[in-house]
Nanobody
Framework: QVQLVESGGGLVQPGGSLRLSCAASGSISRINSMAWYRQAPGKEREWVAR???????NYADSAKGRFTISGDNAKNTAYLQMNSLKPEDTAIYHC??????????????WGNGTLVTVSS
């Protein structure tokens, strides 16, 4: 069984920074990519950033220039460094991984999320 566990959320003032972590554990054969999504109150879940196992990264326009996604393949862990945070970044941030296990072909897995609140 695969688990994705996020950490690092919290309350931060506008302009501040937070670093989120997502650790994937369990019977994992290979991870293709890991990503961060977020869901603000009353809004649909939106994609934020993705990192592929080879190191390539992609960002949503809202994240470009402020957020940096990184990963540690040896630890099956992804990070999201968030700088210059704005109140509109307030959301539950969910980790996503597209991976293979010994018993299943590639598919998406999700964490339960970590709450980020940007407020003065």
């Amino acid at each position: 069984q695969v688990q994705l566990v996020e950490s690092g959320g919290g309350l931060v003032q506008p302009g501040g920074s937070l670093r989120l972590s997502c650790a994937a554990s369990g019977s994992i054969s290979r991870i293709n990519s890991m990503a961060w999504y977020r869901q603000a109150p009353g809004k649909e879940r939106e994609w934020v950033a993705r990192i592929f196992s080879g190191g390539n990264t992609n960002y949503a326009d809202s994240a470009k220039g402020r957020f940096t996604i990184s990963g540690d393949n040896a630890k099956n862990t992804a990070y999201l460094q968030m700088n210059s945070l704005k109140p509109e970044d307030t959301a539950i941030y969910h980790c996503n991984a597209y991976l293979w296990t010994p018993r299943s072909s590639g598919r998406d897995y999700w964490g339960n999320g970590t709450l980020v609140t940007v407020s003065s």
